[in-house]
């Protein structure tokens, strides 16, 4: 997979590299922890999966995470699933997400943007008062630790108040984002039975007000164990009857009351794209949560109380719950309620400028986007602030890397652009960026610390420059305590650990490649495997979306019942393209030449649109199921499904075929 001595297109300068929080912690851990002082990042990081009970405890002393009661021990029992994290010990998540407060109280802790583009802050001293008054009203509605508050909300200063709150009661956050129909919602809220929730009376996206009134009448209805409903009047509507004012439960001076919880205490769940059946409800805990952020935040993305922290997310998405962790470490934390595109492309980069981001977080698709747009951010917007652009939600291309490059160096601007891949299962990365290291084109920087990450085949053996499977092989803090509604643990054993026992199965073909950089390739269920040869869609999509006449793509490989295997690509074209003879075998050729005449379609269809989850994956697998014949109902979960109508087309072929 990987050429012998590639060139790095980014190398970080001896002053970064000095200054970098993980180099100071390196140090810093080699004279208190052992961890060896020379040898830079993979040094440190063969330390952190050797010696991982040491490394996670040097973590916890290097962030001075405060335990209300001491461990017994940093891991009580290591197998996976199961691993129990730091027994004995008690804290709180948002006494640690606030604690910077007192000493930065007139600076602002959220920066809040809608369409307007115009910043609007909420300073650290007033979002503790929030919390401490909503925490002690959420105790007066006989919140308890345990229950679970849910948030039908945008990406607004409301919604990280709301969590926050909650996680001080200790009692369990769940959110969704208002772009979610009923369905939707029930089919993750119904399963955690909330106590609480909050609403909005809609939301602004491209420059429109959408009521949601409707859907929260429904919710209401719906959800019988809600014993209270916090209306917050993003559109100005008076509250439903019945529910109380976000303002009245917000107004009081109290200082917050933090209840001090087991390490592995629930703090949040999170949901699976649910594309095939019910969402997973995924629950994270409260210690394993705070330790792996800080790690991930503090030491990958280099943030610190100087840093302002972007990233363009939804409350439905765990990057949501990431960038609000950046409190954490004192950062100022940049919320963005709106349309990623309005009013043009560029509006991104836009609130990066409006805000003075240092680092800038996006999906792999807007940089695609805004490549083919012929924006070009550092000379249209001053985006002197920032330091890194970071992607997730899909392979960054090799394309989107020396763009983003091009663009910044051409404004004299030393650009680390890091993408990172993980996953809602754990709320972090498993791999991505390092700020010490240099950076190739199309690859990953490295494995997350404390990440045993590799890359097995089929018989379970460790492979080097060749794909195999995403294998973590050691436990880390944040995975899954449990779903909820998984009494005897199948579903989450099922999921992760019951193709190598006791091993985490991500689902991801990847490549570890011998300089220690990590190539993504795509999922695995629906990896495309022609003649025996593995190749994954991401690396397809790459070249296809290319051709300014694509405006997406979606490749899936069927085996027959015959033997034989049959590969579709189906195209969403660009307005005014025509898929005629001339378009159809230049993308054949550009498949040919780019990858090999293995990765070449059988056919090439015309779509009217390309079908997402609702945190806009494309889905692969519903579609595979869809044209072998399963019906709709059973091969998809209509309530995940952006447009539901598109898969219509895909029933409709596989009915044809038949």
Not at 370 to 385: E, I, N, W, Y
Not at 453 to 464: E, R, T
Request: glycine residues 10%; aromatic residues 10%; negative net charge.
């Amino acid at each position: 997979m990987s050429t012998a001595n590639p060139q790095p297109l980014w190398q970080p300068d001896p002053e970064r590299i000095a200054q970098a929080r993980i180099t100071q912690f390196q140090a810093w851990a080699a004279e208190h922890h052992g961890a060896p002082a020379e040898g830079g990042y993979p040094a440190l990081h063969q330390w952190s999966v050797d010696h991982l009970e040491t490394f996670w405890e040097a973590v916890t002393e290097y962030f001075d995470v405060r335990f209300s009661t001491p461990y017994a021990r940093v891991l009580g029992d290591r197998s996976m699933p199961g691993a129990q994290w730091f027994p004995g010990a008690t804290l709180n998540y948002a006494e640690h997400a606030l604690r910077t407060a007192a000493d930065r109280a007139d600076r602002p802790a959220l920066l809040y943007v809608d369409e307007t583009h115009e910043p609007r802050p909420v300073t650290w001293a007033d979002l503790r008062r929030q919390v401490g008054s909503l925490a002690a009203g959420l105790r007066a509605l006989g919140v308890r630790p345990g229950d679970r508050v849910s948030g039908y909300l945008p990406n607004i200063p409301q919604s990280v108040v709301a969590l926050l709150a909650t996680a001080a009661v200790g009692a369990v956050w769940t959110s969704c984002a208002p772009d979610f129909g009923a369905r939707s919602v029930l089919d993750r809220f119904q399963q955690v039975e909330p106590v609480v929730l909050f609403t909005v009376d809609g939301y602004r996206y491209g420059g429109k007000e959408h009521d949601r009134r409707e859907i929260v009448a429904e919710l209401r209805r719906e959800l019988p164990t809600v014993r209270a409903v916090v209306h917050i009047p993003l559109l100005g509507t008076d509250a439903p009857e019945g529910a109380l004012e976000w303002s009245a439960l917000t107004a009081g001076d109290t200082e917050p009351v933090f209840e001090q919880v087991p390490f592995d205490h629930p703090l949040w769940v999170l949901y699976s794209s649910g594309t095939t059946g019910l969402p997973k409800a995924i629950v994270q805990s409260q210690g394993g949560i705070l330790v792996e952020h800080l790690k991930q935040l503090g030491l990958h993305c280099d943030l610190g109380p100087e840093d302002r922290f972007f990233w363009y997310t939804s409350t439905g998405w765990m990057m949501w719950n990431f960038l609000v962790s950046g409190l954490l470490t004192g950062t100022t934390i940049v919320l963005y309620d709106g349309s990623p595109g309005y009013p043009d492309t560029g509006a991104q980069w836009r609130i990066a400028e409006c805000t003075a981001a240092t680092l800038f977080g996006t999906s792999a698709a807007y940089v695609m986007a805004c490549r083919k747009a012929g924006v070009h951010p550092a000379r249209d917007f001053d985006l002197s602030t920032v330091k890194c652009v970071a992607t997730t939600g899909s392979p960054l291309p090799p394309d989107g890397f020396r763009w983003l490059h091009d663009e910044f160096a051409q404004s004299g601007a030393d650009l680390w652009i890091a993408s990172v891949s993980g996953g809602t299962d754990v709320c972090s990365c498993f791999a991505g960026g390092v700020p010490t290291l240099p950076v190739y084109t199309g690859e990953l920087q490295a494995p997350g610390l404390g990440t045993d990450l590799q890359a097995w085949d089929p018989n379970g053996n460790p492979v080097i420059d060749e794909v195999g499977e995403l294998v973590v092989t050691n436990p880390m803090p944040s995975m899954p305590i449990r779903f909820w509604n998984d009494p005897d643990g199948s579903r989450y054993h099922d999921s992760y650990f019951d193709t190598y026992p006791g091993v985490w199965r991500h689902g991801d073909w990847i490549t570890l490649t011998s300089r220690g950089t990590v190539i993504i390739h795509g999922r695995s269920d629906s990896t495309l495997n022609r003649q025996g040869v593995r190749m994954g869609s991401a690396d397809i999509y790459e070249v296809v979306e290319r051709l300014p006449e694509i405006r997406e793509s979606l490749v899936i490989g069927i085996e027959q019942p015959d033997g034989g295997y049959w590969m579709p690509l189906f195209v969403h074209l660009a307005p005014g393209a025509v898929l005629d003879e001339a378009l159809l075998n230049r993308i054949k050729q550009t498949i040919r030449e780019q990858l090999s005449p293995r990765h070449v379609p059988d056919e090439i269809i015309e779509v009217p649109g390309i079908p997402h989850t609702l945190t806009g994956k494309r889905i692969e697998v519903p579609v595979k199921r869809l044209l072998q014949g399963t019906p709709l109902e059973k091969a998809v979960n209509p309530g995940s499904i952006d447009n539901l109508a598109l898969l219509d087309f895909y029933e409709e072929l596989a009915r044809k075929r038949a």
